[in-house]
């Protein structure tokens, strides 16, 4: 009941960020930019001001789809992002290319991220199935050999865990280096910037929720398995 009740309230708090953050971006929509650029002609600036012209800005489907890709070098960007001129695609796309300035300095946090991707997507999947099946054989048949396949479910777990507290430095650094440029190189109006500042944040506060439910899950079932060595 206790991890029900954990995770409904870690549920309840990302559904609200998560809906205050689309809130905010259909509200910074409606703010227009007075230099009529677009998403995409925002990236490919801030990818020319810092020296990059080995990446490539596409268009993709859906929304908040936005992301960039280090493997094949492209900024994605949402189709709204991509062709609207206002201050939420122009937060989204300079965040985006913030990622591919971190890729081409070799951003330590970004290269540590990348190379956790493969381990987490094969652990992240199996590992609380694991915690739970070794729980429950150690039930049935004593602790051994279930005790040490729940250890290994929480050793994957804690892998998921790790890469998503390292992806906030990543974040929040991405937003940091956006928001700079777009200040620095007088983008957008004061108002603009206001808009694309408060979106951005927004955004960076549910990578925050992901990595704390994480942790509580994480230390919730290692309480589980070693709460019952005796």
Request: net charge positive; glycine share 8%; proline share 2%.
């Amino acid at each position: 009941m206790g991890y029900w009740i954990l995770i409904g309230a870690i549920a309840l708090v990302s559904w609200l960020v998560s809906n205050q953050l689309k809130k905010k971006f259909a509200k910074y929509s409606k703010v227009h930019l007075q230099n009529g650029m677009s998403g995409k002609e925002i990236a490919e600036k801030i990818l020319a001001d810092n020296g990059i012209s080995d990446v490539e800005v596409i268009s993709v489907k859906g929304q908040l789809t936005d992301h960039y890709n280090p493997k094949n070098k492209t900024v994605n960007l949402s189709e709204p992002v991509y062709s609207q001129r206002n201050a939420a695609a122009a937060a989204v796309a300079a965040h985006e290319c913030g990622h591919a300035v971190q890729h081409a300095q070799a951003y330590s946090a970004l290269k540590m991220r990348s190379a956790l991707v493969p381990v987490v997507s094969v652990t992240s999947g199996m590992s609380q199935w694991l915690v739970i099946g070794g729980l429950v054989l150690g039930a049935a048949a004593g602790a051994g050999f279930g005790y040490w396949i729940a250890v290994a479910g929480l050793v994957f777990m804690a892998f998921a865990t790790l890469f998503s507290f390292i992806t906030l430095p990543v974040e929040y650094d991405a937003s940091n280096r956006a928001l700079a440029w777009l200040k620095n190189k007088n983008m957008l109006t004061p108002d603009e910037y206001k808009g694309s500042e408060d979106a951005l944040k927004w955004a960076a506060r549910t990578y925050l929720v992901a990595a704390i439910g994480a942790l509580a899950s994480l230390l919730y079932w290692a309480m589980q398995v070693f709460g019952g060595r005796d």
